[in-house]
Antibody, heavy 118, light 107 residues
Framework: QVQLVQSGAEVKKPGASVKVSCKASGYTFTSYGLGWVRQAPGQGLQWMGWINAYNNNTNSAQKLQGRVTMTTDTSASTAYMELRSLRSDDTAVYYC???????????WGQGTLVAVSS | DIQMTQSPSSLSASVGDRVTITCRASQSISTFLNWYQQKPGKAPKLLIYGTFSLQSGVPSRFSGSGSGTDFTLTISSLQPEDFATYYCQQSYSTPPTFGQGTKVEIK
């Protein structure tokens, strides 16, 4: 069965970087893209970007461009999302999700809490 | 960006009730509309894609309708496990955008 397992919670200081991993299993990793969506405490869902696991093409949200990098390690069936220059309003649960087509996400990771606090 | 607006923001209902949630897009998105269910502390779960199609394993009491800018999620007979927050999302254009969510609570 399709599974996406994310790395554990992180606490970071403002200005630091965080790198979240998402290990996929149960399907051919390079046949689908991986998207990243975040959810601030008590808030809705915000798309951050996605990566094509076949050719590593990426597309990210305009407000995050320059701060976010998405990569993959196909040998490990793992995707990574790095967010730099963290601010307090980056505090959120970060989800990876398999991109079925266009912006449709059919399987989601369990989420990774990133807390940014001085 | 396409804005997605859900109504109501929350509702209270009883087990067995018929529940309807509405989602409106700021421009036409054809039928590229998806619904997700999220329970507290859990990841979103895909319920319906392409406005009408039920994701595998989702009970048939869930159904979707609409096209263009106006869409509806209907739960025909609310069950205890359906109390959750529901999000609509458009996959017509990039960036994909979500509604603000509708919380379904127990009356």
């Amino acid at each position: 069965q399709v599974q996406l397992v994310q790395s554990g919670a992180e606490v970071k200081k403002p200005g630091a970087s965080v790198k979240v991993s998402c290990k996929a299993s149960g399907y051919t990793f390079t046949s689908y893209g991986l998207g990243w969506v975040r959810q601030a405490p008590g808030q809705g869902l915000q798309w951050m970007g996605w990566i094509n696991a076949y050719n590593n093409n990426t597309n990210s949200a305009q407000k995050l461009q320059g701060r976010v990098t998405m990569t993959t390690d196909t040998s490990a069936s793992t995707a990574y999302m790095e967010l730099r220059s963290l601010r307090s309003d980056d505090t959120a649960v970060y989800y990876c999700a398999r991109r079925l087509r266009r912006g449709l996400f059919d399987y989601w990771g369990q989420g990774t809490l990133v807390a940014v606090s001085s | 960006d396409i804005q997605m607006t859900q109504s109501p923001s929350s509702l209270s209902a009883s087990v067995g009730d018929r529940v309807t949630i509405t989602c409106r897009a700021s421009q036409s998105i054809s039928t590229f509309l998806n619904w997700y269910q999220q329970k507290p502390g859990k990841a979103p779960k895909l319920l319906i894609y392409g406005t009408f199609s039920l994701q595998s394993g989702v009970p048939s009491r869930f159904s979707g309708s609409g096209s263009g800018t106006d869409f509806t999620l209907t739960i025909s007979s609310l069950q205890p496990e359906d109390f959750a927050t529901y999000y609509c999302q458009q996959s017509y254009s990039t960036p994909p955008t979500f509604g603000q969510g509708t919380k379904v609570e127990i009356k």
